[in-house]
């Protein structure tokens, strides 16, 4: 599935994409610095209803918000020096079935991390971010499906 979205659209599809992944999923964020995977993770964890502020992962590797009964987990794994160093944040035990698994830099984390559901890849677009949504498992599949049946405009 693609899309492409300028900055004020991108609100509406990260509230899209979070209702239609909110029973869990582990979603890779792909593209180089400054194409909007921090927006889109923000985007998201407002569309499940938090209210408060959404900050950048960067330095801390993870931020979590509790939404309910789902949880979501922002990685920003461009600082990691090594895979393993997940271990000591204890990312095994985090629960994918309840959370929904933001990853920003996921090839810093191979073999660590849990397969992606989805894979949003970034790319320019005249004035506004091309995103090209690749499912990687079944419920990958089924949440794209339900993107796509929420009336959201594709290429």
């Known amino acids: 599935m693609k899309v492409c979205l300028t900055e004020d659209q991108m609100p509406a599809f990260g509230a899209k994409l979070a209702n239609a992944c909110k029973a869990g999923s582990v979603i890779y964020l792909q593209g180089t610095l400054g194409m909007g995977k921090t927006t889109l993770s923000r985007c998201m964890v407002q569309g499940l209803g938090w209210s408060g502020r959404v900050k950048s992962p960067t330095y801390t590797l993870v931020e979590q918000y509790e939404v309910g009964p789902v949880e979501a987990l922002h990685f920003d794994l461009y600082r990691l020096a ?59 599949e089924a949440q794209i499906q339900k993107l796509k049946e929420n009336d959201l405009e594709t290429e």
């Open 82 to 140: 090594d895979p393993e160093e997940l271990e000591f944040l204890g990312v095994r035990d985090f629960d994918a079935d309840k959370a929904i698994w933001l990853i920003e830099w996921p090839e810093r984390g191979a073999g660590v991390l849990p397969a992606a559901d989805i894979e949003v890849h970034f790319s320019d677009a005249e004035q506004a971010r091309a995103l090209e949504l690749v499912a990687g498992t079944p419920k990958g």
